[in-house]
């Protein structure tokens, strides 16, 4: 059984600082990509990060850098280092696998920039 278990959002003041974890299980984790998805209300969830299992990344171009990816194999962690946080990046963010796992989505974890 999937399970995707997200953490570190908070309320941060823009030009600020976060770094999300997602903890996975249920997944041959050293062999799958791995991403960071966001949703902003009214908005379609958007991948703005991947990392790929040699730990290649790869950001959208709104994100570009500004955030960093990575993961760690023995905690079956991937990580989203995100600086200079502007309020556009206030979403519910989330990781999965690439393609989408079949086990669905955890929880996210909420980010909101603002003064």
């Known amino acids: 059984q999937v399970q995707l278990v997200e953490s570190g959002g908070g309320l941060v003041q823009p030009g600020g600082s976060l770094r999300l974890s997602c903890v996975a299980s249920?997944?041959?984790?050293?062999?799958?990509?791995m991403g960071w998805y966001r949703q902003a209300p009214g908005k379609p969830r958007e991948l703005v990060a991947r990392?790929?299992?040699?730990?290649?990344?790869n950001y959208a171009d709104s994100v570009k850098g500004r955030f960093t990816i990575s993961r760690d194999f023995d905690m079956n962690t991937v990580y989203l280092q995100m600086n200079a946080l502007k309020p556009e990046d206030t979403a519910i963010y989330y990781c999965?696998?690439?393609?989408?796992?079949?086990?669905?989505w955890g929880q996210g974890t909420q980010v909101t920039v603002s003064s």
């Open positions: 999965n696998t690439i393609p989408l796992n079949s086990g669905g």
């Open positions: 249920g997944i041959t984790f050293r062999f799958r990509v």
């Open positions: 990392i790929d299992p040699s730990g290649n990344p």
